[in-house]
């Protein structure tokens, strides 16, 4: 309710940040409003490479 998003993207976000996840989507108003709630998100058109960084980032954990 707090990002003003529809509602399945309001699903989205809220799962991501119920187990504390990334949010990658090809929305942009929806990555938008997830780092709007604190989620670390991508929107994969403009931020793929930065995305894939941090994947490879985590999985060196």
Known sequence: MKTGSRA????FIATAKLTNSILITN????AKNAKKAGIEAYY???EFDEAVSRISELQQL
């Not at 399945?8 to 699903?11: E, P, Q, W």
């Not at 929305?27 to 929806?30: K, S, T």
């Open 44 to 46: 994969l058109i403009e």
């Open 27 to 30: 929305d942009r108003v929806m």
């Open 8 to 11: 399945a993207d309001a699903y």
